[in-house]
C-alpha cells in the first residue's frame, strides 16, 4: 500500500486513526467510533471522502439501533431468508430501485413502516405472499423453516408457515431430514 502524502503540509504521511465518540440519541447512549487519518510532520487530522462515508454509516447504524430499528446487516439478513434480490425487494416492499442497496449499507435509515413491514413479512409467510401478489412478483422460492418440538408421542415439525403439523414417530426422524416439500405444501 502507498503512502499518502499530507495535502496540507505535502512533507508528511497520513495514518489511519480510529476514535470513538460518545453520543446519546432519543436518549441512549452509546459510543460509536470514526475514522480519519493523521499527519506524522503537521499533525493536521483529516478524513477524505471515503471515511467520511464510512463514518456517515457507522452513525447511522447507531441511530437505527437507538430508535429499534432494524440494522443494514439485519434488513440483509430478511431479504435473504425471503430469498430476494434487493430490486425485486424494491418492487414488493416500496421505497425505490436503491433503497435496499442503501438500507443494507446505512447509508440511510428506513421508515418506522418500512421497518414493520420487513418485520412482519419476515414473520408471517402469508403476509409475505400476499405483499408478493400485490406487487405481482412471483414467489420466490425458499427452503421452508422447520421446528421440533418434542411431543408425547414422538416429534411434530412444522413447515415454514406452521399451518401444516404433522408428527413424526421417533424411529422415523431420517424420513423428515430428506423430504422434499413440494411448492403447494410450501406456500399454500
Known amino acids: 500500500m502507498e503512502n499518502k502524502v499530507c495535502p496540507i503540509c505535502e512533507d508528511g504521511v497520513l495514518t489511519l486513526k ?6 446519546v440519541h432519543k436518549g441512549v447512549k452509546g459510543a460509536v467510533s470514526f475514522f480519519y487519518e493523521e ?11 471515503h471515511l467520511s462515508l464510512k463514518n456517515k454509516r457507522l452513525m447511522i447504524a447507531f441511530r ?4 429499534g430499528l432494524l440494522t443494514g446487516e439485519e434488513v440483509r439478513a430478511v431479504r435473504e431468508r425471503l430469498n430476494l434480490k434487493q430490486s425485486v425487494a424494491a418492487r414488493i416492499f416500496g421505497g425505490g430501485p436503491t433503497a435496499f442497496s442503501k438500507y443494507e449499507s446505512d447509508d440511510v435509515a428506513q421508515s418506522v413502516a418500512m421497518d414493520k413491514l420487513l418485520r412482519v413479512a419476515d414473520g408471517l409467510p402469508q403476509a409475505y405472499r400476499y405483499l408478493c401478489e400485490l406487487a405481482g412478483v412471483e414467489l420466490p422460492t425458499r427452503a421452508p423453516s422447520l421446528f421440533l418440538v418434542p411431543a408425547d408421542e414422538g416429534v411434530v415439525w412444522r413447515t415454514m408457515d406452521q399451518a401444516d403439523v404433522k408428527t413424526v414417530r421417533k424411529g422415523e426422524l431420517h424420513a423428515l431430514e430428506t423430504h422434499i416439500i413440494s411448492e403447494e405444501e410450501r406456500y399454500g
Do not use: F, L
Not at 480510529?18 to 453520543?23: A, F, I, R, W, Y
Not at 437505527?64 to 430508535?67: D, I, L, M, P, T
Open 18 to 23: 480510529e476514535g470513538v465518540n460518545e453520543t
Open 39 to 49: 499527519c506524522d510532520a503537521c499533525g493536521s487530522e483529516q478524513a477524505d471522502a
Open 64 to 67: 437505527k439501533q437507538a430508535e
